[in-house]
């Protein structure tokens, strides 16, 4: 008869596990292009310690291990000193293929801070994997001519 009166609670155990297991991501259902633009924006935006969780909850793999081992000085350093405003962010070439896609894009900042306001446009080549129905950036590299000098090792 005990074991009867647990059931429910031993049910209500595993429920409570697997949808903490199946939760989905903010992301999930966005095209990948959307995502990359997403993680861009994010990065432009950063104003606290906190936005680190939220760049890596876009991040798989090796670039969400940085995220969570970057100190806080290095995070300071390479996100909220860095006063950027997004300009125009532009999708060159999109190719995916199954769960991996390959996004090249274009993106232009402006470092309005300093003695000498800057507007300089690079373009970048990110890897995706999707996991589930959301996709994790897993790799950002330079494409063409890269020329953004001011932001000190920032990721975008």
């Known amino acids: ?8 609670v031993i049910l209500l155990g595993l429920f409570v596990v697997s949808s903490a ?28 310690q906190d936005d680190r969780q939220k760049l890596a909850s876009l991040c798989g793999e090796e670039m969400r291990r940085a995220f969570n081992e970057m100190n806080e000085e290095t995070f ?13 962010f532009e999708v060159l070439q999109n190719n995916t293929l199954n769960q991996i896609a390959n996004v090249h894009y274009k993106v232009t900042v402006s470092n309005p801070g300093g003695t000498d306001p800057t507007t300089e446009t690079t373009e970048r080549r990110v890897n ?7 996709w994790y950036l897993t790799s950002i590299r330079p494409e063409g001519t ?8 920032m990721i975008f």
């Open 146 to 153: 890269d020329t953004v000098h001011f932001t000190r090792g």
């Open 21 to 48: 297991c199946t939760k989905k991501a903010a992301h999930s259902g966005l095209p990948p292009e959307e995502v990359v633009k997403l993680f861009v924006q994010m990065s432009t935006q950063v104003k606290a």
């Open 128 to 134: 995706l994997k999707k996991e589930g129905d959301a």
């Open 1 to 8: 008869m005990r074991k009867i009166k647990r059931l429910p």
């Open 76 to 88: 300071e350093l390479a996100y909220i000193n860095n006063p950027l405003e997004l300009k125009s």
